[in-house]
């Protein structure tokens, strides 16, 4: 029998913002070879992680059976999709790989009898009828986005798949994530990584959204952390399974750049508003996330001022070393 702790772990859209720093956690906490990382490039082509890795698009149905069986898999983190700038631009990929390929993984999950499917959702589920403020868990989901319109789908289409096959898939919707191993990936919260980035090597920035936009953020670690701690959590004390609300930080544009400035007092950011402002006035300030802390404890360690100090801390070193993007 198969020891619990001894899971064979895929991780589809691998090289993504979260993949490439999900991918080293999950290899540190149950063995490196454990964990198999996938994504649409040739391995030839991508440094940027080690092997086990497999060339595989979640929309090839033949060949995601044939990896899984192959590593024996058990349990995905399910990470390729389309952000909502990008699915702005190309909504029938969006539609695509975040509807097709999420059902072929939910298919694959039940055929072969997984123990455990993590899918993230997003705060894109949200829409302009949704209660800006302290959003609740339970609460008006009409995005008007395509990437909003794939997560609510989405999160439907993983309820389903609880309720009738018992297929123990889990997410919680992850507010905008900053980083800095990985540029993003074309998601309407980008600006809140580009500004450290300009910050450190220009010192200066052009922000696509207003200095007034407020958005819920999350910086990398509190978002692994979030994501592991919920696969671990008993099944027996989750209400919601899929989609749980997480919180962490929520700021303006004004306050981030004061943050920076701490730092870099000479910074300054000029404000192009474009197509990104109607998304983000969408989506809410502040979020309820006390069925999280309630059922599995959920609880972030960074706040605004402790993320920018590793960040820029972080970003420096890159430069230093030549590996700044
Ligand atoms: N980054 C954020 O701020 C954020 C916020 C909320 C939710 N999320 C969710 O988290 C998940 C991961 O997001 P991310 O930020 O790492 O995205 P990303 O865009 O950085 O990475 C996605 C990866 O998926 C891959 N991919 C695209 N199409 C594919 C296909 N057909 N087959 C296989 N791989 C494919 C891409 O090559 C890319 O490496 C997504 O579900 C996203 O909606 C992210």
Known sequence: MVEKSMKSILVTGALGQIGSELVAELRTKYGHDNVIATDLRDPRETLSVEPPYEQLDVLDRNRLWEVSKRYGIDTIYHLAAILSAVGEKKPDLAWDVNMRGLKNILDLGMERNMTRIMVPSSIAVFGPTTPVDDTPQETLLRPNSMYGVTKVAGELLCDYYWSKYKLDVRGVRYPGLISYKTPPGGGTTDYAVAIYVDAIKK????????????????????????????????????????????????????????????????????????????????????????????????????????MTDDMLANLRRMQDEGTLY
């Not at 007034?212 to 701690?229: C, G, N």
């Not at 008993?234 to 609300?245: F, K």
């Not at 000029?270 to 809410?284: C, G, L, N, T, V």
Request: charged share 25%; with cysteine.
């Open 203 to 306: 010192g200066r920035y052009t922000c696509f959204v207003r200095e007034d936009t407020v958005l819920p953020m999350m910086y990398m670690p509190d978002a692994l952390k979030a994501i592991i701690d919920l696969a671990e959590a008993d099944g027996e004390t989750l209400r919601y399974r899929n989609a749980y609300n997480i919180a962490a930080l929520s700021f303006d544009v004004a306050q981030l750049a004061e943050s920076i400035q701490r730092h870099i007092p000479e910074f300054e950011v000029r404000y192009e508003p474009d197509f990104h402002q109607a998304i983000a006035d969408s989506w809410p300030n502040t979020i309820d996330d006390t069925a999280a802390r309630d059922d599995w404890h959920w609880q972030p360690n960074f706040d605004l001022d402790a």
